[in-house]
């Protein structure tokens, strides 16, 4: 957002100086009324990529890349409504603040997750990773929900519930505590971690 800031208030500087000169005017003031105004245009413009492609409006530079790159696996696997439709859930995440909610353990705990109102993988970009790993074993799909999830949880921030039930799925090799865990805890934007653990 910063960074989209800086740059738009370089070209409106530029601008602003080279149209005051033109029309005679204050040179300086052109400059300064046009750093201005593209500062604001570019901030909006950063809070907006944030917004889409991270869930964040204060997304940083790194979550928003990553977000694009998410944008682009989610379109190349599922297509162009795939695309919209992860940044459709992004959008509403940034609009209402809503929180990240992962899971581990079937279908109970993924329940436990989307009941909680929070941001699941399953309804947003790992939809692209159930299109590519479909049909696969489980040996093989690892990898690929493992890059996803550590994707997911990089545009995480706040607070984050983990639904977690008590069961086979709860072992140090699953992806929550192998991959998920390690990336909220490397995660300077992520606040807290809640984890809910039930039989």
């Known amino acids: 957002m910063f960074l989209t800031a800086a740059i738009g208030a370089v070209v409106g500087a530029v601008a602003g100086g080279i149209i005051a000169a033109k ?3 204050n040179v300086w003031a052109g400059i300064g009324i046009g750093a201005a105004a593209g500062g604001l245009i570019g901030l909006g413009a950063g809070a907006a990529a944030g917004a889409l492609l991270a869930g964040s409006a204060t997304a940083t530079t790194a979550q928003v890349i990553g977000g694009a790159t998410l ?18 859930d992004n959008f509403s995440r940034a609009l209402n603040g809503t929180g990240t909610a992962l899971y581990s353990g079937g279908e109970r705990a993924l329940q436990a997750a989307r009941d909680s109102g929070g941001k699941v993988i399953n309804d947003s970009i790992g939809k692209a990773a159930e299109i590519i790993t479909q049909d696969m074993p489980w040996e093989q799909a690892k990898p ?26 709860h072992g140090v090799d699953s992806v929550f505590w192998s991959v998920e865990m390690p990336t909220l805890l490397n995660n300077p934007r992520v606040t807290d971690i809640v984890i809910h653990i039930f039989e």
């Open 144 to 169: 690929v929900w493992d890059s996803f999830s550590a994707q997911f949880c990089q545009q995480a921030s706040g607070t984050v519930n983990a639904y977690i039930c008590n069961s086979a799925y």
């Open 71 to 88: 944008l682009h696996a989610t379109v190349t696997s599922g297509g162009v409504g795939a695309g919209l439709t992860y940044l459709a």
């Open 23 to 25: 029309k005679g005017k």
